[in-house]
């Protein structure tokens, strides 16, 4: 069962254009929820989250909205860089983190 | 401060054998979990440690287990190694049990 989803496995943009990932959940109890970057044999890398309190969080290109009643979040990148091209994972917390699969994301100069 | 470290970073083993993976947490940070991370799964929970308890535990065999020393460093083991095994194990601190994780790069085992 799983109650995290990314459903595009990869996303391809160009430079300077904006990135949006998706994410959806199935458990209500989540109650706050993370974006980690993943570049290959490095551990993740913490992003930006938000609190199931909120709707939007922003920090610099990153923001994250969330969606409560469709049980959704997004993460927008604006402007996609070269450099922001890695692997994205969603997480959500609920006594632990359950993750996504995670999206390829490939920006493109 | 220096970030989650683990080590070894590479370990290749034989079925049958067992490994131990350490893990260093940020200083201050007194959670640790751990992952598996596999092509086909993604990120799955393995276990999680505070004051040396283990608070939580994933859906895993019981040859997979961990400790907690009073430093907050981690250590996981898994016994019996088998094929499937095979996966990038990742390490995260945080400061309290529902803060922020920060993960260290992970160990790749290879079991042949």
């Known amino acids: 069962d799983q109650q995290v989803k990314q459903n595009s496995p990869s996303l391809s943009v160009q430079e300077g254009r904006i990135s949006i990932l998706n994410c959806d959940y199935t458990?209500?109890?989540?109650?706050?929820f993370l974006w980690y970057k993943k570049y290959p044999a490095e551990g993740p890398t913490f992003l930006i989250s938000?609190?199931?309190?909120?709707d939007k969080n922003e920090d610099g290109r990153f923001t994250v909205f969330l969606n409560k009643s469709a049980k959704h979040l997004s993460l927008h990148i604006v402007p996609s860089q070269p450099g922001d091209s890695a692997v994205y994972f969603c997480?959500?917390?609920?006594?632990?983190?359950?993750f996504g699969k995670g999206t390829l994301l490939t920006v493109n100069p | 401060k220096a970030g989650v470290t683990q080590t070894p970073r590479y370990l290749i083993k034989t079925r049958g054998q067992q490994v131990t993976l350490s893990c260093s947490p940020i200083?201050?940070?007194?959670?640790v979990s751990w992952y598996q991370q596999t092509p086909g799964q993604g990120l799955q929970f393995l276990f999680e440690y505070f004051s040396e308890t283990q608070r939580n535990k994933g859906n895993f065999p019981g040859r997979f287990s961990g400790r907690q020393f009073s430093n907050s460093r981690s250590e996981m083991n898994v016994s019996t190694l088998e094929l499937g095994d095979s996966a990038l194990y990742l390490c995260?601190?945080?400061?309290?049990?529902?803060?922020?994780?920060?993960f260290g790069p992970g160990t790749r085992l290879t079991v042949l």
């Open positions: 200083s201050g940070h007194r959670s």
């Open positions: 997480a959500a917390s609920h006594e632990k983190l359950t």
């Open positions: 938000i609190s199931s309190i909120k």
């Open positions: 458990n209500s109890m989540f109650d706050y």
């Open positions: 995260a601190s945080s400061l309290g049990r529902l803060d922020t994780q920060y």
